[in-house]
T-cell receptor, first 110, second 120 residues
Framework: DAKTTQPTSMDCAEGRAANLPCNHS???????VYWYRQIHSQGPQYIIH???NNETNEMASLIITEDRKSSTLILPHATLRDTAVYYC???????????FGKGTKLSVKP | GAVVSQHPSRVICKSGTSVKIECRSL??????MFWYRQFPKQSLMLMAT?????????EQGVEKDKFLINHASLTLSTLTVTSAHPEDSSFYIC????????????????FGSGTQLSVL
C-alpha cells in the first residue's frame, strides 16, 4: 500500500500558485519525498524531491514540514499545461518499493 | 530529451497472442528496470523489478508466467504479455534510474512514454 495520502482533486486559476499537499505520517528517516506528474496517456514526469530541507527548481518548490510528516508541492504560476495528476511518493534506497498513491488531479482553469 | 525509450506506444492484438514491449535506456546503463501497469483513471501499479542478468522480482498477485520479463543487457528490458486476454488491456510503463542498480538518495526515476495495449 502507498504510504502517502493526497486529495483526489484540486482546481487552480491560471497564473496563480498551485499548492498540492501530501501526508506521509509514517515516513522513515532515510526516505525522500518525490513528486511526479502524469499527463493523460503519457509516462510520469519527474518534478522535484527532497529529504528535509525545502527545495526549489525551475519547475516547482517543495516544502517539507519540520517533522517530515507532510509536504507541499508549489507550482508558483500555474499554466493550463500544468493540468495533470500529481503523485507524491516516498523512497529510501534500493530496499524500498516505488509505490504510487492515487495522486491529485490538478485542473488549471483560465 | 527522453532518457528511456519505450516501444511500441500502442498495440492492438487478438486474444491468445503474445505481445512484447521493449524499454531501452538511452546513453546510460540501467541495471534495474521497473515495470508498471495502469488501468484507466487509476494510479500506476508496480508489477515487477528486473535486474540485468538475473530473474525479475514480481509483486504479489502478478503472474510471472503471464508477464515475462527479460533484462539481458544493461540497456534493454522487455516485457512479454503471454496469451493476452481482454483483461490484460492496460497502459504499461517502464522506468529506470540512471547509473545505479537502485534509486539512490539523489536520483530520479525516469519513465518511458508507455504502451497502450488493447486486446480484442
Amino acid at each position: 500500500d502507498a504510504k502517502t495520502t493526497q486529495p483526489t482533486s484540486m482546481d487552480c486559476a491560471e497564473g496563480r500558485a498551485a499548492n498540492l499537499p501530501c501526508n506521509h505520517s509514517t515516513i522513515s528517516g532515510n526516505e525522500y519525498v518525490y513528486w511526479y506528474r502524469q499527463i493523460h496517456s503519457q509516462g510520469p514526469q519527474y518534478i522535484i524531491h527532497g529529504l528535509k530541507n525545502n527545495e526549489t527548481n525551475e519547475m516547482a518548490s517543495l516544502i517539507i514540514t519540520e517533522d517530515r510528516k507532510s509536504s507541499t508541492l508549489i507550482l508558483p504560476h500555474a499554466t493550463l499545461r500544468d493540468t495533470a495528476v500529481y503523485y507524491c511518493m516516498l523512497y529510501g534506497g534500493s530496499q524500498g518499493n516505488l509505490i504510487f498513491g492515487k495522486g491529485t488531479k490538478l485542473s488549471v482553469k483560465p | 530529451g527522453a532518457v528511456v525509450s519505450q516501444h511500441p506506444s500502442r498495440v492492438i492484438c487478438k486474444s491468445g497472442t503474445s505481445v512484447k514491449i521493449e524499454c531501452r535506456s538511452l546513453d546510460f546503463q540501467a541495471t534495474t528496470m521497473f515495470w508498471y501497469r495502469q488501468f484507466p483513471k487509476q494510479s500506476l501499479m508496480l508489477m515487477a523489478t528486473s535486474n540485468e542478468g538475473s530473474k525479475a522480482t514480481y509483486e504479489q498477485g502478478v503472474e510471472k508466467d503471464k508477464f515475462l520479463i527479460n533484462h539481458a543487457s544493461l540497456t534493454l528490458s522487455t516485457l512479454t504479455v503471454t496469451s493476452a486476454h481482454p483483461e490484460d488491456s492496460s497502459f504499461y510503463i517502464c522506468s529506470t534510474t540512471r547509473d545505479s542498480g537502485g534509486m539512490s538518495t539523489n536520483e530520479k526515476l525516469f519513465f518511458g512514454s508507455g504502451t497502450q495495449l488493447s486486446v480484442l
